[in-house]
């Protein structure tokens, strides 16, 4: 069965400093692997997706992510932090159910990302 | 340019009451979802739509029921609400959805729902 972990549920950085959200994963199969953020009383929206192409993925507002299968990791980062940064940040592993060949998402519990002026 | 439009925003319930959130996709997306989110729970699945005229359980199923109306509308109905389905809950959609991995899921800005 599948599954992931983010390591950090709350992270505080300063304006201006990298940024690191970290997140593990277990699957039986080859996944595909997102990463959504969630502004306060907003929807999850969209930051970057890997799926078996470049490890190393890039996506919007400055944010990438490398996947290292070896490690089973799939950390977000980000070179210098912005104020508007500041939100939840998910990591989500899509893969086949067991025995069935229907995808399932499976979210992370969440990091909060905080910034500091 | 609305993507995924849920109503309603807000709504407080006493115990034993119905309703339906609305959920309604203007992307032409075949697949739709809808979730609750409790905090440090990250999201569960309640049900999905994979296609117009199907819907099956997800991992939260019980206490609750969908209707797929058409391609675009999703419906949740709580037939008799409990303080347990105090949450916020997603509505999502996606273009090919469960039959490929790499299909990401389009977001509502959620209901948030209190039960007394």
């Known amino acids: 069965a599948q599954s992931v972990t983010q390591l950090d549920s709350h992270v505080s950085v300063s304006e201006g400093t990298p940024v690191l959200l970290r997140c593990n994963y277990s699957?039986?199969?080859?996944?595909?692997l997102f990463w959504y953020v969630q502004h306060p009383n907003k929807g999850l929206q969209l930051l970057l997706k890997?799926?078996?192409?470049?490890?190393l993925v890039k996506g919007i507002n400055g944010f990438e992510a490398e996947f290292k299968k070896s490690e089973t990791s799939f950390h977000l980062t980000k070179p210098s932090a912005h104020m508007s940064d500041a939100a939840e940040y998910f990591c989500?592993?899509?893969?086949?159910?067991?025995?069935?060949?229907?995808?399932?998402?499976?979210f992370g519990k969440g990091t909060l990302l905080t910034v500091n002026p | 340019n609305a993507g995924v439009t849920q109503t309603p925003k807000f709504q407080v319930l006493k115990t034993g009451q119905s309703m339906t959130l609305q959920c309604a996709q203007d992307?032409?997306?075949?697949?739709m979802y809808w979730y609750r989110q409790d905090p440090g729970m990250g999201l569960r699945l309640i049900y999905y739509?994979?296609?117009?005229?199907?819907?099956d359980k997800g991992e939260v199923p019980n206490g609750y029921n969908v209707s797929r109306l058409n391609k675009r509308e999703f419906s949740l109905r709580l037939e008799s609400a409990a303080p347990s389905q105090t949450s916020v809950y997603f509505c999502?959609?996606?273009?090919?959805?469960?039959?490929?991995?790499?299909?990401?899921?389009?977001f509502g800005d959620g209901t948030r729902l209190s039960i007394l």
């Open positions: 999502a959609s996606s273009s090919t959805g469960i039959f490929f991995s790499n299909q990401p899921q389009h």
């Open positions: 699957s039986s199969y080859s996944p595909s």
């Open positions: 992307m032409n997306h075949n697949s």
């Open positions: 989500v592993v899509s893969d086949r159910s067991s025995g069935g060949s229907n995808y399932k998402l499976t």
């Open positions: 890997y799926t078996s192409a470049a490890t």
């Open positions: 739509s994979a296609s117009e005229g199907t819907t």
